[in-house]
């Protein structure tokens, strides 16, 4: 079986923390390894991961098997915002320059530092002929917390993703789209619930609220005047929002949870409602109206709230199943088991893992600045090795060839000298003969400045992966021999594509710096850089360095560098 991609997501909840590794097969997805784990006793206290937690986080993630590097963090509750702005058709660099004004503006507002992404929707012009954008900010504070803690147990993110967003990548990866639905899918979490609308597979509006199962709770700890864990779970074994059949005759207690989980459903009902009608205000979509609603998470397994949602909103209302692509292969019998009983819990889990496949057609990226560039850091780390790689297995391939053709061009020579020394006679032949072995040697050289240029290149490249500032990235390297004709020991040409970005300075002397360095190696006869274009505080260019042996006199007459 053919394997692909690896990702990992992590949906942190309010009383368990769900992780699931999926890996891409050519027939669809496969849960190779999942975990489920009690982060904190029921309370009403905002969800913390201590150090407890982390540790035994990291010793499950052994047991389990998780070992892929692709992580995706959902996010949700009060700390973060999504909300939806217009903006006209315009170029992606346009774009990307007023929603950078638009978000700085809220931060300033907010009071805090923050981290923000958006992206336009796939909703047609209004009739103001503008799109619709989402963005999504988080405060920075809340999303240390959730990144040092879970780095405790060994996990450092790649991203962290509104869990709303992961949940409509989850619906898109297992849901059969209806042509002309429009879907409202609810995720019912303890603390949280997510949601989106969605039609023919386009996104059109996704939200959070701080507010989920434990409102059902807290009818009951109000009504029955009893703790929140004993009313947690008379909620979980005798709790329902229906009386199938009519009206019956319930006991006093009964009766009161009844009434308390009731009035309970007909606010979460009014809330989804106002979600609704949100979306058509933002989405400028007056005639949108839901058809199907789709639950999933742990707080939609209340009996009866299926069927109270459909009632209050007179449409289909069904359970989201997020395993219709998805094959199970986990170890663990146990964690299996898990599982199945309950699919409809790892909604947001498993649209976590595919956004960090990569594969999400939707999620937005919350990562603060630090983060990032640890994790740019890694990334370019990755490229200077598979550089570096590159480079061996091309000298090695010049060595070989050079090696083999030594090996021929001597069993040539040896022919040659037992034709002299039976045609000493012959004055032409033995000019024909020494001609042909001068052609020999030249050949002999070029393959030796072949494998000597490969040298410099590999020295050149290891050089750059150890010393090149932060703030330059590498796009490209790439090495062509010159010119046979005029080759002399070593020379060839680099040439280096990048990136250097605005941190503190100004790119164009850092990119002069780096070359001028470059220059000073004793592989490198010139440095020249070739490109350089600036453009949204990022300079991208292109640099050429001539390798090999030096001319007579060194370096001491040439330029630092030069641009054309």
């Known amino acids: 079986m053919a394997s692909g ?102 931060a300033g507002r907010a009071g805090g530092d923050l981290s923000a992404d958006f992206q336009l929707l796939n909703i047609p012009q209004n009739e103001s002929g503008n799109f619709t954008v989402m963005v999504a900010l988080a405060k920075n504070q809340f999303l240390h917390q959730r990144l040092d803690a879970l780095a405790g147990a060994g996990l450092a993110a790649s991203d962290m993703c509104p869990s709303s967003l992961a949940l409509f990548n989850s619906f898109v990866m297992n849901e059969d789209v209806v042509p002309g639905e429009t879907t409202l899918v609810v ?118 709230l299926k069927e109270s949602l459909g009632q209050a909103f007179g449409v289909p209302c069904d359970v989201l199943n997020p395993m219709k692509n998805v094959v199970i292969e986990v170890d663990d019998p146990e964690v299996e088991e898990k599982i199945v009983e309950s699919p409809r819990e790892w909604a947001v889990a498993i649209g976590l893992a595919r956004i960090a496949m990569g594969e999400g057609s939707m999620g937005l990226r919350l990562l603060p600045e630090e983060f990032k560039k640890k994790r740019q850091f890694r990334e370019k780390s990755v490229f200077m090795i598979a550089s570096g790689a590159v480079a061996v297995i091309m000298l090695g391939l010049l060595m070989f060839g050079a090696v083999h053709n030594l090996g021929v061009q001597e069993n040539y020579l040896k022919e040659t000298d037992r034709s002299l020394k039976s045609a000493r006679s012959q004055q032409k032949a033995i000019e024909e003969i020494k001609a042909m072995s001068a052609k020999t040697a030249d050949f002999l050289n070029v393959l030796a400045a072949e494998a000597s240029s490969g040298g410099e290149f590999m020295q050149v490249n290891s050089w750059i992966a150890l010393n090149a500032p932060a703030e330059i990235w590498l796009k490209s390297v790439s090495f062509k021999r010159q010119d046979p004709a005029t080759i002399r020991q070593g020379d060839g040409m680099m040439t280096i594509t990048g990136v250097v970005e605005q941190s503190g300075g100004d790119p164009g002397q850092k990119l002069t710096e780096f070359a001028r360095q470059l220059k000073d190696l004793p592989q490198v006869r010139e440095a020249k850089i070739t490109n350089r274009s600036t453009d949204l505080g990022k300079t991208a260019f292109t640099l050429q360095l001539l390798l090999g042996a030096l001319p007579p006199g060194g370096k001491g007459g040439a330029k630092e560098s030069e641009e054309d």
């Open 5 to 106: 991609s690896i990702g990992i997501g992590i949906d942190i909840g309010g009383n368990f923390l769900r992780m699931v590794q999926i890996e891409k097969r050519q027939e669809g997805y496969a849960i190779t390894a999942a975990l489920k784990l009690l982060v904190s006793e029921i309370a009403e206290d905002d969800y913390n991961v201590d150090a407890d937690t982390a540790g035994a986080l990291s010793s499950a993630l052994k047991a389990a098997g998780i070992d892929g590097r692709k992580r995706a963090i959902g996010i949700s509750g009060k700390d973060l915002i999504l909300r939806y702005t217009e903006v006209p058709q315009v170029p992606d660099w346009r774009l990307k320059m007023i929603m950078d004004f638009e978000i700085a503006e809220i």
């Open 187 to 304: 995720d019912i979490g303890a603390r949280n619930t997510e949601m989106f609308i969605q039609k023919d597979g386009a996104l059109l509006f996704a939200r959070n609220v701080s507010a989920g199962g434990n409102l059902f709770t807290r009818g009951i700890v109000e009504n029955l005047r009893i703790p929140f864990p004993e009313a947690e779970k008379i909620k979980k074994n005798e709790g329902s929002v229906s009386r199938k059949g009519g009206h019956k005759a319930m006991d006093p207690r009964s009766e009161a949870v009844y009434g308390a989980l009731t009035a309970v459903a007909q606010q979460f009902a009014a809330l989804l409602r106002s979600s609704v009608m949100f979306c058509k205000s933002q989405t400028k979509m007056q005639d949108l109206n839901v058809t199907r609603i789709l639950l999933s998470g742990g707080g939609s397994r209340l009996k009866g």
